[in-house]
């Protein structure tokens, strides 16, 4: 069982920047070492889309065509952690930012990441 908590979410300025970050609780290092971790966000009235994953050992990265140049997703599995780094935003990118992690699946279906957090709010002001 994995339990995830996001932090970082606020409201910023077009062209700002924020950090998320997602903390893995309830797994041992090595249960988390085995898990891929994704970012996906939904806005109101929208279905959840993907943002951005990194496999288990932190050596390959997927970003949406949205997040391209400007967000970067990272782990640190000596602390239980993943962050997506947010710059250059744009009100479209106003939404809740929710962490996911699954042991098998590595890729944008949010459909199969089993475990989820409770999402955090990033809200960016034109």
């Known amino acids: 069982q994995v339990q995830l908590v996001e932090s970082g979410g606020g409201l910023v300025q077009a062209g700002g920047s924020l950090r998320l970050s997602c903390a893995a609780s309830g797994a041992s290092g090595r249960t988390f070492r085995n898990h891929a971790l994704g970012w996906f966000r939904q806005a109101p009235g929208k279905e959840r889309e993907f943002v ?36 250059s935003l744009k009100p479209e990118d106003t939404a809740v930012y929710y962490c996911a992690a699954d042991r098998g699946y590595d890729g944008i279906d949010p459909r199969r990441y089993q475990y989820w957090g409770q999402g955090t709010q990033v809200t960016v002001s034109s």
Not at 65 to 81: E, L, M, P, Q, V
């Open 52 to 87: 951005a994953a990194v496999n288990w050992g932190g050596d390959r990265t997927v970003l949406a065509d949205s997040a391209k140049g400007r967000f970067a997703i990272s782990r640190d599995n000596a602390k239980n952690t993943v962050s997506l780094e947010m710059n």
